[in-house]
């Protein structure tokens, strides 16, 4: 081996070392909930505004708008990268998120457009 080791031992090569780095992934998994549960409540902001937004659409291209898919991942993109994230990461978690939306989108375009067919058809 080429390098050094020196003084610094890895955190759980020994029992005090493990019992600390259990301790310090339990105190961050306490952090990355709290994180989810804004994340979670922002994301219903987020759907709550699609849902209204859908009511004024009444046709399956405009439900799709790949052109204003292309500007929220362009958007995304470019503020993971300002936030110092890997912007595959928000641009993938996005594409997922956009792509569940469109779906509950033409559920509810199919839904009114069932309830406002005559009855019988
Ligand atoms: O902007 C829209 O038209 C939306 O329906 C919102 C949204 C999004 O989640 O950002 C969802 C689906 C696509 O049509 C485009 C964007």
């Not at 994340?39 to 291209?61: N, S």
């Not at 309830?115 to 058809?121: E, F, L, N, T």
Request: no cysteine.
């Amino acid at each position: 081996m080429s390098q050094q080791q020196g003084d610094a031992t890895p955190a759980g090569s020994t029992p005090a070392g493990a019992a600390a780095g259990a301790a310090r992934i339990a105190e961050l998994r306490t952090t990355i909930d709290e994180i989810d549960q804004r994340i979670v409540g922002l994301l219903a902001e987020r759907t709550r505004v699609v849902r209204e937004l859908t009511v004024h659409k009444t046709d399956e291209p405009t439900v799709r708008s790949p052109d204003r898919v292309r500007q929220v991942l362009g958007r995304v993109h470019d503020l993971a990268v300002g936030h110092d994230m890997p912007p595959e990461v928000a641009v993938a978690t996005y594409r997922a998120l956009i792509d569940e939306l469109t779906r509950m989108q033409l559920h509810m375009l199919a839904d009114r457009s069932a309830a406002a067919a005559p009855k019988g058809q």
